[in-house]
């Protein structure tokens, strides 16, 4: 039997690992192309202070981009020691991507990241320019392989179960690239990542401009930021994710989760702003609702329905049925008989067979699950509703305010007076964690709205996990939290050390605190 | 488009690139960051080996991730018996492979010397450590791993950290830590100059030393000690999917010498090994600094070939269940999956080759003190 501990252990320092990593990928996937946009103004004007833009910016981004690889190579292993069943399983398809992603895209960016910060004297200008493109490139196509991965775990697609091997195998190439979730999550991400590193310059230049030094320098910088920002938070808000939850059923119920549906309503259905989503009673205390306005945002238009929670149970109770016949036939097949019929029962049933192996956390052997057990896992099939609901509003939340800051700070670049609003500078220096809180919980909605699977109606979270002890998972658990929490601190030490003393920290003598001391 | 079978030999062949590109060019930042504190002995000396390796080490280190992504890719059984098994093994590497991004960038932000020093260490650490476990790791895979594999292929491995360092591996272990500092040390004789050029002349003369006797000690240990290789006896047709469960297998291959005797033409492979740390070794004490890093990159490739010709077809031996041992016909994934990737790689791995290349062509010289001490900003 698997023990639950482990299970539970290894789900934790799985998102443990994955969010600390997340603290720092979107800041490089968003600062390496300002990098690149800030070079490119310096080799097409020759003003030195965009020279300096590019050195000091790239300085904060090689003390952020330190942390990101080490915190990603973690991520590379981690399926293999505490995820080992799930690797088996699903490593036909999901390993692709990853390998692939290290061909394509880590070689890109890791190879040209060491040029960009020490080519400066032995490259010409052309030369590092495409340097620096290309980090950024090599980042955004990493995004992009790690995302057609896990979008492939929120909507399988292209892959059939091979009862000989005893696993899922990849059929179809082009649907695991062109998965509708995988296309839609990708945007939504990277843009999400460009918003951040647009944060983090608009925030610090007005933290200069607040303190009235190096102005030349941050109203460019600031200037550069908004305009980059608002187009930003405007892709990743109007290709938001949410288009991304029609297809597939796992998709379909973490939109119900997420909306608090519990009943399908006559399209289009109305919005849950704000409400108390009670899951034992399945009802939302206190809701206040805006008409039509779910249908619209989540199917695009006005006459498809949204499923709601109970309906989705219903369906779900029959696939564990189905699954529980389709596990049976499996075992009939392992066991020798192959025979044409057996096959073809089989096959009609096969699609359910993650289902089945929902009760595999209640029964060993799944056929024999009693009435209560089916009921409890068919309960299983609907993620945290309170968490999901209140998650994705933190998110949305944060993406409003930002989408107001970046439109501010772009008129008011526009019209070159924002050293006069102090006001919309210091907004901007408070606004600073706020593209982190909406990364982290988004990536909250899109993984724990995915449980109880870990790929989605076909592998349940629970079978997934390495057969390691509790011990062993404790163990990193812990030496993960303390290294990575001592790497964090040191890391934002030297960021707001760095940031602080602004260009000057280039030594280049043109800037505020070198003039001080002369 | 590729018969099974082919695929699953070019594929054994892909993950053995994949892991001679990963020592031969981080097997150097590795080896130079475990030699730090016998070459370089004043901050502007660690710096001139530090900055040897800056531009290079990120990208080398992908070497290494990316073959943890070919082995999910091509084969994912192995990548999950390997690493789920070798639990504490594999964390202790990537703790040690830690503190190497943020060591490079961030030890020469701040003019402190226990800062400084600190990080010294650290990545002196991030340098011995994966260097002596991978090796560790490569001894045990010919003991034989303890895991099985039931019905369902779940691995369950039956051991723990502590008993991977049996005398054998741990002389498997000393055989590709001297082989990856003799390489380190190589290349900072070809980077650098003065002192540092001098003492790791010295180290590398005295590294191909202890590689060779390591190399040959293993290779005795095999021939005459008590290892009991594996071979397949009886197992399905190779160019079909296969149960791993469903093959026969016999320790009747005495010290995994078999192959050599099957097919002679492998020889070389040892052979390699023992002439690239010879050249390496004659051609440091003539002062040669390039023939010397030739020698203990063929030193590199002639030892991991040895190592994978050894035990081919096996990829991952089993101790408790010999029928579970995991080999290049029944770990791989489909035949799809592994066509597709090779489709990657032959576009990419061209592509990767050029272009890091380049950046080693430009970022080519020697690394010099007074270098180091006119660009107290700009480097490492």
Redesign the interface.
């Known amino acids: 039997m698997i023990s639950e501990a482990v299970v539970d252990l290894s789900r934790l320092q799985f998102a443990m690992t994955a969010m600390y990593h997340f603290l720092f990928v979107p800041l490089t996937l968003g600062l390496a192309f300002l990098l690149a946009i800030m070079e490119s103004v310096y080799v097409m004007t020759g003003k030195q202070v965009y020279k300096d833009m590019v050195k000091f910016w790239g300085k904060l981004f090689?003390?952020n981009?330190?942390?990101g690889?080490?915190t990603?190579?973690?991520m590379?292993?981690q399926?293999?020691?505490?995820w080992?069943?799930y690797?088996?399983y699903?490593?036909?398809?999901?390993?692709?991507p990853?390998?692939?992603?290290?061909?394509?895209a880590?070689?890109?960016e890791?190879?040209?990241?060491?040029?960009f910060?020490?080519?400066?004297d032995?490259?010409s200008k052309l030369q590092h320019l495409a340097v620096t493109w290309l980090v950024a490139i090599g980042s955004n196509m990493s995004a992009l392989w790690i995302l057609i991965a896990n979008g492939w775990m929120q909507n399988p697609v292209g892959a059939e179960f091979?009862y000989?091997?005893?696993?899922m195998?990849?059929?179809d190439?082009g649907a695991l690239l062109f998965n509708p979730v995988a296309q839609v999550k990708f945007v939504h991400t990277v843009a999400a990542g460009y918003v951040t590193g647009a944060v983090f310059v608009l925030a610090i230049s007005s933290y200069y401009l607040l303190k009235k030094r190096d102005q030349g320098f941050a109203r460019r910088s600031f200037a550069i930021a908004s305009a980059f920002g608002l187009a930003s938070i405007l892709s990743v808000i109007v290709l938001g994710d949410e288009s991304g939850y029609e297809v597939g059923d796992v998709q379909k119920t973490k939109l119900a989760a997420i909306e608090a549906e519990w009943e399908t309503h006559p399209a289009p259905a109305s919005f849950t702003v704000i409400g108390w989503p009670n899951q034992a009673e399945q009802r939302t205390d206190y809701a206040i609702k805006i008409p039509y306005a779910l249908g619209i945002i989540a199917t695009r238009s006005l006459d498809k329905q949204v499923s709601g929670i109970k309906d989705l149970l219903v369906q779900h109770e029959a696939r564990i049925r189905t699954g529980m016949t389709a596990y049976g036939l499996l075992q009939q097949l392992?066991e020798g008989d192959d025979s044409a019929a057996t096959k073809a029962a089989f096959d009609a049933v096969k699609d359910d067979l993650g289902y089945g192996l929902l009760l595999k956390k209640y029964t060993a052997n799944v056929v024999d699950a009693s009435e209560a057990q089916i009921q409890q896992a068919t309960l299983d099939t609907i993620p945290n509703v309170f968490s999901l609901f209140w998650s994705f509003r933190v998110m949305v939340g944060s993406g409003f305010l930002l989408l107001a800051l970046f439109a501010c700070a772009f008129w008011a670049s526009a019209r070159k007076n924002e050293e006069r609003k102090p006001w919309l500078l210091k907004w901007a220096l408070f606004s600073l964690p706020l593209p982190w809180l909406a990364i982290q919980t988004g990536w909250f909605v899109a993984e724990h709205g995915r449980q109880p699977w870990s790929i989605a109606e076909v592998l349940p979270t629970y079978l997934s996990a390495?057969?390691?002890s509790e011990g062993?998972v404790w163990?990193?658990l812990l030496?993960l939290i303390a290294?990575y929490s001592v790497?964090l601190v040191?890391?934002m030490y030297?960021m707001i050390k760095?940031a602080r003393l602004g260009p000057s920290?280039?030594?280049t003598g043109r800037y505020h605190f070198e003039q001080a001391h002369a | 488009m590729f018969d099974y079978e082919v695929l699953k030999l070019v594929w054994w062949v892909l993950v053995g690139v994949l892991l001679i590109g990963f020592a031969l060019t981080d097997g150097f930042d590795l080896g130079a960051a475990a030699l730090l504190p016998v070459v370089a002995k004043t901050d502007d000396e660690r710096r001139v080996v530090i900055?040897t390796i800056?531009?290079?080490?990120?990208?080398n280190?992908?070497w290494l991730?990316?073959a943890?992504?070919?082995?999910?890719?091509?084969w994912?059984?192995v990548?999950?018996?390997?690493?789920?098994g070798l639990?504490?093994a594999?964390?202790v590497v990537?703790?040690a492979?830690?503190v190497?991004?943020?060591g490079?960038?961030?030890r020469s932000?701040?003019d402190n010397t226990r800062w400084r020093q600190s990080w010294d260490w650290g990545l002196f650490v991030g340098g011995v450590v994966p260097s002596l476990v991978f090796g560790v790791a490569f001894g045990n895979l010919f003991l034989g791993l303890p895991f099985s594999l039931d019905?369902?292929?779940?691995?369950?491995?039956q051991g723990n950290f502590w008993q991977l360092l049996s005398p054998f591996a741990l002389l498997a272990g000393v055989v590709s830590l001297s082989m990856l500092t003799l390489h380190g040390a190589t290349w900072l004789m070809m980077r650098s100059d003065g002192a540092i050029a001098v003492r790791s002349r010295h180290a590398a003369q005295g590294l191909a030393l202890l590689f060779l006797l390591a190399f040959i000690g293993c290779g005795l240990w095999l021939w005459q000690g008590d290892i009991v290789g594996l071979q397949i006896s009886q197992m399905g047709a190779a160019d079909s999917?296969l149960?791993p469960l469903n093959k026969t297998v016999q320790a009747s291959n005495s010290g995994w010498l078999a192959n050599y005797q099957l097919y002679p033409e492998t020889r070389w492979a040892p052979l390699l090994g023992i002439a690239g740390a010879l050249l390496a070794g004659l051609a440091a004490s003539a002062r040669w600094a390039g023939l010397a890093f030739a020698g203990s990159s063929l030193a590199i490739i002639g030892t991991l070939c040895t190592a994978g010709f050894a035990l081919f077809p096996f990829v991952m031996p089993s101790s408790l269940n010999l029928a579970a041992s995991l080999t290049v016909w029944d770990a791989v994934?489909?035949q799809?999956?592994l066509g597709?990737?090779l489709v990657?790689?032959c576009i990419?791995?061209p592509l990767?080759l050029s272009?890091?290349l380049w950046?080693y062509v430009?970022?080519w010289g020697k690394v010099r003190t007074e270098h180091i001490q006119n660009n107290?900003?700009?480097?490492y």
């Open positions: 090689g003390i981009f330190a942390l690889v080490t990603g190579l973690t590379e292993f399926f293999g020691t505490n080992a069943y690797s088996h699903v490593g036909d398809i999901f390993g692709a990853l390998a692939i992603e290290g061909l394509m880590f070689f890109l890791s190879t040209f990241i060491g040029l910060f020490f080519g400066w032995r490259l091979n000989q091997t005893m696993r195998e990849l059929v190439f392992r390495s057969s390691v062993d163990g990193s030496a290294f790497l040191i890391e030297l760095f920290s280039l030594h | 900055n800056a531009p290079h080490w990120d990208g280190q992908v991730i990316t943890g992504g070919a082995l999910f890719a091509a994912p059984l990548y999950a018996a390997a690493f789920s639990y504490w594999l964390l990537l703790f492979l830690f190497r991004p943020v490079f960038d961030y932000k701040l019905d369902t292929l779940r691995s369950t491995y999917a149960n994934s489909s799809k999956t597709i990737m990657a790689a990419f791995l990767i272009y890091t950046g430009k970022m107290p900003h700009g480097l």
